[in-house]
Structures are given as C-alpha cells and as structure tokens.
C-alpha cells in the first residue's frame, strides 16, 4: 500500500481572520507529519476578495513554518509575482520555492528562476495557442522544472509528460528520470 503524501498550506483563497487560529495550528501540526513533504499553496492573490494584509501574513506565516520544517514551499500567485519575490528577498529563505500552476510568459519566469525558484507547469502545455507559455517553458532549465495536473480533470499527468518531453526534444524516459531527481533533490528520497 502506498503511503498517501500531503502539503498543508494557507491558501489565499480561504483565509479569513476568524479562523486564522485553528488554520494556523492545523498547518503547524501537520507540518511535523512525515507524510506532508511540503508546506503550501500558500501565497498571494489579486484576483481575490481575501483582504491583502491577511493574505500577506498568511503567506509569510507558511514561509515561517516552511523554514521551520524544512520542507519546500508550494506557492499560489496571481498577479503577484514581484510581490512574492520580495518576501523571497526579505525573508532570505533556504527551502526550495516552487511556483505550481506556471502559465507565464518569459519575462514573468525568469525574474523567479533568477530568483531561485522552480516552476511547475501543467495542462496548458497543450494548448496549440499557448506559445507565450511553451517559450517561457523552453527557457526553464530542466534542474528546475516540474509537472502536475493541478485541478485539470480531463488532463492526465501522461499527456503532460508527453507533450513537455517532446517540446524539451527529449525522450520520455529522459525527462522522466530528470523531474524525478528534482524531487528527490527538493522532497528528500521516499
């Protein structure tokens, strides 16, 4: 039987300051499971009615416990990537920052991959339309770069794979083994 892998974040979405203590000690106890590899999504949002102070103390609260825990940040940002790099700059982190869901241009990524984050992206790798995206795809280097579903119902992480090999001109078994040693290198061995 596999042992189910978790992150425990708060997400901008849901927070609310009557619940901020139950949220934050939810995360700070799941935090010391085995089981949570990594602290998130957590992060900024502007396309939210969550007021902008809460999310920000909200975000760097998770940042805390991700150091804390030493276990990498899974991050959720919408319209706020310099925002986000600030606090990375601030705060000086040592965790790996990974921005799940990328689906910028090269000009958003490359401020973050100079900033020592990761990018993982998703379904909109298929999308015929998207060559903003595929650029800024192409210009990620494979050290620093991940996979994922998300919430894309209809998207197995098989075509994802296939479609991101073929425009990194890799084999399968190439990108599989190189997405494999990134999580290793940021997750720790399973």
């Known amino acids: 039987m596999l042992t189910p892998y978790y992150s425990a974040g708060l997400h901008p979405w849901f927070l609310e300051a009557d619940s901020w203590e139950a949220a934050t000690q939810w995360v700070l106890e799941m935090s010391k499971k085995p089981s949570t590899l990594a602290i998130g999504e957590a992060g900024l949002d502007k ?67 100079e900033g020592g984050c990761y990018l993982s992206f998703g379904a909109d790798l298929l999308k015929e339309t998207a060559l903003p995206l595929r650029a800024a795809f192409l210009h990620t280097p494979l050290d620093r770069l991940f996979l994922e579903t998300d919430d894309a119902q209809s998207v197995d992480i098989e075509q994802i794979y296939a479609q991101a090999a073929h425009l990194k001109g890799l084999t399968l078994p190439d990108l599989q083994g190189q997405i494999t040693e990134n999580f290793a290198r940021i997750f720790g061995a399973i």
Request: charged letters at 20%; hydrophobic letters at 45%.
């Open 47 to 113: 396309m939210v009615a969550t007021p902008w102070h809460i999310q920000e103390k909200g975000f760097e609260f998770c940042i805390s416990v991700s150091e804390q825990s030493s276990k990498p940040l899974i991050i959720h940002c919408v319209r706020a990537y310099s925002e986000v790099l600030a606090f990375k700059k601030r705060l000086k982190p040592k965790q790996a920052w990974i921005f799940h869901g990328f689906n910028k241009k090269t000009a958003v990524a490359q401020p973050l991959l």
